[in-house]
């Protein structure tokens, strides 16, 4: 599906997917068609579970503080965060690598669904768990910037912890996220971690 900016939700939800396939000749049509894709490709964010999960793709820098007070909860006894930031080498086929920075970029409207399941499912493993919060950077991250922040609230410390690492390795096996890693001597493009469904690298 499509995200809009130029229609509110209550609009966009009224729209047949099926009459635009069959009025795809028509300009106008096509032109809505060009400016959802425009807006999926610079990022979205949305929340469920009462507000108290949310997901976000965006290409600004990830603000770990403001991202714990979203899952700050007067009953929860923990708060576990992951932040996976760029590092300034990587090994390739046994030689190091300097690299200079990292580019992402994801299927916004799958990715952002794709975050949701993972909390969805996370909260089957853990359900203690108050609150989650996931928020992936795209487009570039420098060495030391944060690409990926996870936060969990729960009553006590196992579940906030066991269900942040579970987050980590479900967003890396199922989010469509790829990376650009930059080197001094050149690029190479990966999938975001363990996916290899066209026979991409891996982390």
């Not at 980590?168 to 990376?179: F, G, H, Q, S």
């Not at 190479?188 to 290899?196: A, D, H, L, S, V």
Request: net charge negative; proline share 2%.
């Amino acid at each position: 599906e499509f995200s809009c900016f130029c229609l509110d939700e209550d609009t966009k939800g009224h729209i047949n997917k099926k009459n635009l396939v069959q009025d795809l000749n028509n300009n106008l049509v096509q032109k809505i068609l060009m400016m959802w894709q425009d807006q999926d490709n610079h990022g979205s964010s949305s929340a469920n579970h009462d507000n108290r999960d949310h997901v976000s793709i965006t290409e600004s820098p990830l603000n770990l503080s403001e991202i714990v007070n979203l899952v700050r909860d007067g009953g929860a006894g923990a708060m576990a965060t992951f932040s996976g930031t760029t590092r300034n080498y990587f090994i390739v086929e046994g030689i190091t690598k300097k690299v200079t920075l990292l580019s992402y970029e994801a299927y916004v409207p799958m990715a952002i669904k794709e975050l949701h399941n993972c909390i969805s499912q996370a909260r089957k493993l853990y359900p203690s768990i108050i609150s989650a919060v996931i928020q992936h950077r795209i487009g570039d991250v420098a060495i030391g910037q944060e690409s990926v922040v996870i936060a969990v609230s729960a009553p006590h410390r196992k579940d906030a912890l066991h269900a942040t690492e579970y987050l980590i390795d479900e967003l890396k096996a199922t989010v469509p996220i790829w990376k650009k890693e930059m080197y001094e001597d050149g690029s190479t493009w990966k999938e975001n971690g363990e996916r290899n469904i066209m026979g991409g690298g891996s982390m």
